[in-house]
């Protein structure tokens, strides 16, 4: 009991970035959490190990410390990792079809439904008639 | 229903082989090629030490000529394999600068001394910054850069004979530039 209560948290000893305030902190956790992992596919660089999100999470960290704005440092890796890099991808013409896709596939979808129905009930009073 | 078939029937069918195929051109693509993003920019200013010499390197060694900027490490296996292939470039007169990745400047040294030294200057990036700059996220990658010192090409991966024709020689002889040839 007491050694887990003294136990250093684990994460504490991954890396250790001081910055101002809390705010700076905070949006240094929300940057790292939104930023993926360029070598490693299914990972924001928060989560990963790997060598370039160690350097990219101290990049980061000097960006916030030299007052860059959260914009300019998505842009910063954007500029050089391609869209692919951020885990919020924004609307461009080659992003299109992931935002409008489903729900342009939901809107045919229920157009069809109401087509079908609205014809069905129509061909049930002829018969009635 | 006897007004014959409705083509409006086909619809799902139709919708849902469009998808398949868009969906199916997705697999065969290597993800973890990443599209070249600083294509047509200019190489990032840096101010780095030579592993071969004192001088201290700048981003105008990047201009005045075609030269090819080859990001490599001691650490990586592929570098290994494309070495010998460097080497043929070089020997063939194509100027190639070296970006030592993440590196010991002694275990780099000794590399080039037991493999050959391909490279005309190499620069030294020990803590990867410089590599950040240019977007590399990992090695080997190789860009081809044009006199005015922007970014005309990017390779991920290993350079070899098959990526030269298809990818860099084309670029080169649209530009007049016979491969090899430096102006």
Same mark, same amino acid.
């Not at chain 1, 030299?66 to 885990?87: A, C, K, L, P």
């Not at chain 2, 020990?126 to 240019?134: I, K, P, S, T, Y």
């Given at each position: 009991?007491?050694?887990?209560? +003294?136990?250093?948290?684990? %994460?504490? #000893?991954?890396?250790?970035?001081?910055?101002? !305030?809390?705010?700076?902190?905070?949006?240094?956790?929300?940057? +790292?959490?939104?930023?993926?992992?360029?070598?490693?596919?299914?990972?924001?660089?928060?989560? !990963?190990?790997?060598?370039?999100?160690?350097?990219?999470?101290?990049?980061?960290?000097?960006?916030?410390?030299? /007052?860059?704005?959260?914009?300019?440092?998505?842009?910063?890796?954007?500029?050089?990792? /391609?869209?692919?890099? !951020?885990?919020?991808?924004?609307?461009?013409?080659? +992003? #299109?079809?992931? %935002?409008?896709?489903?729900? +342009?596939?939901?809107?045919? /979808?229920?157009? /069809?439904?109401?087509?079908?129905?609205?014809?069905?009930?129509?061909?049930?009073?002829?018969?009635?008639? | 229903? &006897?007004?014959?078939?409705?083509?409006?029937?086909?619809?799902?069918?139709?919708?849902?082989?469009?998808?398949?195929?868009?969906?199916?051109? @997705?697999?065969?693509? $290597?993800?973890?090629?990443?599209?070249?993003?600083?294509?047509?920019?200019?190489?990032?200013?840096? &101010?780095?030490? &030579?592993?071969? =010499?004192?001088?201290?390197?700048?981003?105008?060694?990047?201009?005045?000529?075609?030269?090819?900027? $080859?990001?490599?490490?001691?650490?990586?296996?592929?570098?290994? *394999?494309?070495?010998?292939?460097?080497?043929?470039?070089?020997?063939?007169?194509?100027?190639? *600068?070296?970006?030592?990745?993440?590196?010991?400047?002694?275990?780099?040294?000794?590399?080039?001394?037991?493999?050959? =030294?391909?490279?005309?200057?190499?620069?030294?990036?020990?803590?990867?910054?410089? @590599?950040?700059?240019?977007?590399?996220?990992?090695?080997?990658?190789?860009?081809?850069?044009?006199?005015?010192?922007?970014?005309?090409?990017?390779?991920?991966?290993?350079? $070899?004979?098959?990526?030269?024709?298809?990818?860099?020689?084309?670029?080169?002889?649209?530009?007049?530039?016979?491969?090899?040839?430096?102006?």
């Amino acid at each position: 009991m007491l050694l887990a209560l +003294t136990a250093v948290p684990a %994460w504490a #000893a991954i890396d250790i970035y001081q910055f101002d !305030s809390d705010a700076q902190q905070d949006r240094f956790h929300r940057l +790292t959490e939104e930023l993926r992992c360029p070598k490693c596919q299914n990972q924001s660089i928060a989560d !990963s190990d790997a060598e370039i999100s160690q350097d990219m999470r101290e990049r980061v960290a000097r960006m916030i410390r030299e /007052g860059h704005s959260d914009e300019e440092i998505v842009t910063f890796f954007v500029d050089r990792y /391609g869209d692919f890099v !951020s885990y919020r991808p924004p609307f461009n013409p080659r +992003t #299109a079809i992931l %935002w409008v896709g489903p729900l +342009t596939l939901l809107l045919l /979808g229920g157009v /069809g439904i109401v087509v079908l129905v609205r014809r069905a009930s129509r061909e049930a009073e002829e018969d009635e008639q | 229903m &006897s007004k014959g078939t409705n083509p409006w029937v086909f619809l799902p069918l139709a919708a849902f082989v469009a998808l398949a195929v868009l969906l199916a051109s @997705g697999l065969g693509r $290597n993800p973890e090629e990443l599209p070249s993003a600083l294509a047509g920019k200019p190489v990032p200013e840096f &101010s780095r030490p &030579s592993l071969l =010499n004192d001088r201290t390197l700048t981003e105008e060694l990047l201009t005045g000529r075609w030269q090819l900027l $080859n990001v490599w490490g001691t650490w990586c296996p592929t570098c290994y *394999i494309e070495h010998p292939y460097l080497l043929e470039l070089a020997r063939d007169g194509v100027p190639i *600068i070296g970006l030592d990745y993440k590196d010991e400047d002694a275990k780099a040294r000794d590399y080039l001394a037991e493999y050959g =030294n391909p490279f005309r200057e190499v620069i030294v990036d020990a803590d990867g910054q410089l @590599g950040l700059d240019l977007g590399v996220y990992g090695a080997p990658e190789t860009f081809l850069i044009n006199p005015r010192g922007e970014i005309v090409l990017r390779h991920v991966g290993e350079l $070899n004979q098959r990526v030269w024709d298809e990818k860099f020689a084309p670029v080169l002889q649209q530009a007049g530039e016979a491969p090899g040839v430096t102006p």
